[in-house]
């Protein structure tokens, strides 16, 4: 089982990535998908997360109208389109899989499979 995040990059502040989430040896459509993040010194935070039935997407606050996850099961893939990138986005950012409760969504800790990161960096 492998999730290979991917897309990361140096950008000015206001642009935008697209990040991806590639899986091997699981079907991203059996899990709830999450995004994470962490930044130098800082704890991992929850960044955004899609449910395996249904859909429904969650944000953090901190990204809500600019960040989108979506998930494309033919690719086993999971992206999160970044816009209005701010400085205080850069972070290293990481995908894994939960089958957890819906209260846990936004616990790294219910979370598994975590994939390597790929790092963002934004310039103000």
């Known amino acids: 089982v492998q999730l290979q995040a991917s897309g990361g990059g140096l950008v000015q502040a206001g642009g935008s990535l697209r990040l991806s989430c590639a899986a091997s040896?699981?079907?991203?459509?059996?899990?709830?998908m999450g995004w994470f993040r962490q930044a130098p010194g800082k704890e991992r935070e929850f960044v955004a997360a899609i449910r395996r039935s249904g859909g429904a997407t969650y944000y953090a606050d901190s990204v809500k109208g600019r960040f989108t996850i979506a998930r494309v099961n033919i690719e086993n893939t999971v992206y999160l389109q970044m816009n209005s990138l701010k400085a205080e986005d850069s972070a290293v950012y990481h995908c894994a899989t939960t089958r957890s409760v819906l209260s846990a969504i936004r616990d790294p800790v219910s979370y598994s499979n975590w994939g390597q990161g790929t790092l963002v960096t934004v310039s103000s």
């Open positions: 040896g699981l079907a991203v459509g059996n899990y709830d």
